[in-house]
């Protein structure tokens, strides 16, 4: 207990964003299951979760090696009730009563591959794991982390539909870590406390498809052409960066930990009531014609994505940017609409 109350605050200092969510959690306890929660993303991800006192169960859900993992986090003297399920027959143990399901099954790029490199792998994995969805836990809220996300959260749409379960306001793209780094690289090139920054990163989550919207920055800046250039350039690429320097070893997975706890979080409290919790994702929309998903600000409540938002006035880089990326999101939305449906 001593050891807890010293680990407590250290974290909430480390995490200060993920610190103000922790503290004003509402009361009520969810129950959280996780899929893909021995990889690399999974296991901070299920630490991060342990952490959350608007946790009361966590199920932690693989097809290999969860029970060393659970058995481990479970010994955290948190609230949240720790059940490590291993392979298919164990997935409706998992998922019976879930309120949120976060997805982070699934094979990571090496470099040199593109996200949609890894369509042939993922886009099946999550069919598999929206079928149980549908049938285990057809009301929970299901956040989507496994790439490609621009054509997953359509192969997870199109299964629900399938399954006559889906509601729109249910389901989620994560690309919080866009926002996460948008925020960290413009705090840094403008030398401001990076926890007053933030930026709305909207479309999707790849390459091009990525586009921050930093004429839309709290607090408001102002950024020569090569600066704005380079910020959306890293922003973009900042998945290919960790890849690079991972060589091999696989994305990004400390920071999305981070990242989809973050938006876990606002979820939950989104769940328990509060009104205040808008948070960039990717969805079904109509903000953009003829783009059937898009991630822009949502915001969150008691039945999930209660408001899909507008993009606000885009500055002329960032409306030349939105044509830019049309193309590849369609592209992207459509591989996975007909990947569910053949
Ligand atoms: N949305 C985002 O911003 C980000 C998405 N990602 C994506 O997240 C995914 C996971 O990345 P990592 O954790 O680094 O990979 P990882 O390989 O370390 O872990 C993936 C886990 O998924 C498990 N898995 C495979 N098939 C499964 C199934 N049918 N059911 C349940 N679990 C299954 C594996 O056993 C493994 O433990 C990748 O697709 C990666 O591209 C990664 C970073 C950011
Ligand atoms: O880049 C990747 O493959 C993983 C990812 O989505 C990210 O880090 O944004």
Redesign the pocket.
């Known amino acids: 207990m001593a050891f807890l109350k010293q680990i407590l605050p250290a974290l909430r200092q480390a995490v200060p964003p993920l610190q103000r969510s922790m503290s004003s959690a509402a009361d009520q306890k969810r129950k959280v299951a996780i899929?893909?929660a021995?990889?690399?993303?999974?296991q901070p991800l299920g630490l991060l979760m342990k952490l959350n006192p608007a946790v009361g169960k966590l199920a932690l859900?693989?097809?290999?090696?969860t029970a060393g993992v659970a058995a481990d986090i479970s010994h955290i003297n948190t609230t949240a009730e720790t059940t490590g399920h291993t392979g298919p027959e164990e997935l409706e143990a998992a998922l019976t009563g879930a309120d949120v399901i976060i997805i982070?099954?699934?094979?990571?790029?090496k470099p040199g591959m593109t996200?949609d490199d890894?369509f042939n792998i993922?886009a099946g994995?999550v069919k598999?794991?929206a079928e149980a969805i549908a049938k285990y836990s057809p009301s929970a809220m299901v956040t989507v982390?496994?790439?490609p996300?621009n054509s997953t959260v359509p192969i997870a749409a199109e299964t629900f539909k399938k399954a006559g379960t889906f509601d729109p306001k249910r389901l989620f793209g994560?690309?919080t870590?866009d926002v996460v780094r948008a925020r960290t690289f413009l705090a840094a090139k403008k030398g401001l406390d990076v926890q007053s920054v933030d930026v709305p990163v909207v479309g999707g989550?790849a390459g091009v498809t990525i586009l921050p919207l930093f004429s839309q920055a709290t607090p408001s800046v102002t950024l020569t052409d090569e600066e704005l250039e380079a910020l959306t350039k890293r922003t973009q690429d900042g998945?290919t960066e960790v890849v690079q320097a991972k060589a091999g070893k696989?994305?990004?997975?400390l920071s999305?930990a981070y990242?989809g706890a973050l938006f876990a979080d606002a979820v939950l409290k989104g769940l328990n009531g509060a009104t205040d919790q808008v948070q960039c994702a990717y969805v079904e929309s109509s903000v953009v014609p003829g783009l059937q998903y898009f991630s822009s600000k949502v915001r969150l409540g008691p039945s999930g994505a209660e408001e899909v938002m507008g993009l606000g006035t885009l500055s002329a880089y960032e409306q030349k940017g939105l044509e830019a990326l049309k193309a590849e999101l369609k592209a992207s939305i459509d591989k996975g609409v007909s990947f569910a449906n053949q």
Request: charged share 10%; no cysteine.
């Open positions: 899929l893909g021995g990889g690399g993303i999974g859900y693989d097809v290999a090696g982070p099954a699934g094979v990571p790029r996200r890894l993922n994995i598999t794991l982390i496994s790439n996300v994560v690309t870590l989550h998945g696989g994305s990004a997975t999305m990242a």
